[in-house]
């Protein structure tokens, strides 16, 4: 199972970043994906996850600027952020579910958000 984020950078609040997450591995249509994110200091928190059907859900504070979406025939899990703020700042990681629970992790990509 192999996980990598890639599309993080610094931009300036209000900005937008895609970032993706491309798979192997395993048959990346039969799981839910998610991502995450750990801001230096804290706690690695949700952000979002995609299930097998598409259904999605948001921590939050991400709900309306953020949207996750999966291409299947690419085995890739996407994160649009828009309107970025400062308190988005994190390295950002995606992650395999086993049922309910986050379980493999791929590298995180940073995102730096400056005001």
């Known amino acids: 199972v192999q996980l990598q984020a890639f599309g993080g950078g610094l931009v300036q609040a209000g900005d937008s970043l895609r970032l993706s997450c491309a798979t192997s591995?395993?048959?990346?249509?039969?799981?839910?994906m998610g991502w995450f994110r750990q801001a230096p200091g804290k706690e690695r928190e949700f952000v979002a996850y995609i299930s097998v059907s598409g259904s999605t859900m948001y921590r939050t504070s991400v709900k309306g600027r953020f949207t996750i979406s999966r291409d299947n025939a690419k085995n890739t899990v996407y994160l649009q952020m828009n309107s970025l703020k400062p308190e988005d700042t994190a390295v950002y990681s995606c992650?395999?579910?086993?049922?309910?629970?986050?379980?493999?992790w791929g590298q995180g990509t940073q995102v730096t958000v400056s005001s």
């Open positions: 591995g395993f048959i990346f249509r039969n799981y839910r």
């Open positions: 992650a395999r579910y086993r049922g309910n629970e986050p379980n493999d």
